[in-house]
């Protein structure tokens, strides 16, 4: 005699097999948001160290009387200062026009006289400060963050500590 599978049986293991494709699918699912999330992390700690990077390079030329802020141990959203441009003959210092550091619409900008440059995009806190028990020591604070594509927020916070001149 013959023996066949029956409904019920076929029924089942087609049950079965829906729910390991399932589990399959969603481990996949769960690994390309990783990996999403993952990346964007990634991409957002690069540009914040290039950022923090590009302002250290220029605020380590200034002199800490050039600086907008002071040694008072507060927070601020901006910082103002020069940089030396030239150096004559007898040992004089010729200082560029004010620089400014500051945040505008989700981007670091750098605003020298009319030209305005954005260092980073997706910041959404900066801060700057002066301690009173350092004053040769200024302090970057920068928070930047995105959304992936699955509604996710992604946040990195990154510092940095500059020793300026005289």
Sequence with gaps: M????TLAEIIVCIGIIFVIIGAIFYI???GREFISTASLRLELLSD???ALRFMEREIIASR???LS?????NFYNSLTFKVP??????????????????????NLIRTQQ???????????????RIRSTLPQVLEIYITASQTTAWTRTVTVNL????RLRN
């Design 2 to 5: 013959k023996r066949s599978f």
């Design 48 to 50: 914040a160290r290039n």
């Design 64 to 66: 800490v009387s050039f």
């Design 114 to 128: 009319d030209n305005t440059q954005i260092i980073m995009s997706d910041v959404t806190d900066l801060r700057f």
């Design 69 to 73: 802020i002071p040694a008072d141990d």
């Design 85 to 106: 441009q030239s150096i004559d003959e007898n040992g004089d210092i010729t200082w560029s026009e004010d620089i400014t550091y500051s945040l505008n619409g989700g």
């Design 28 to 30: 996949f699912k769960a």
């Design 159 to 162: 510092s940095t500590k500059i």
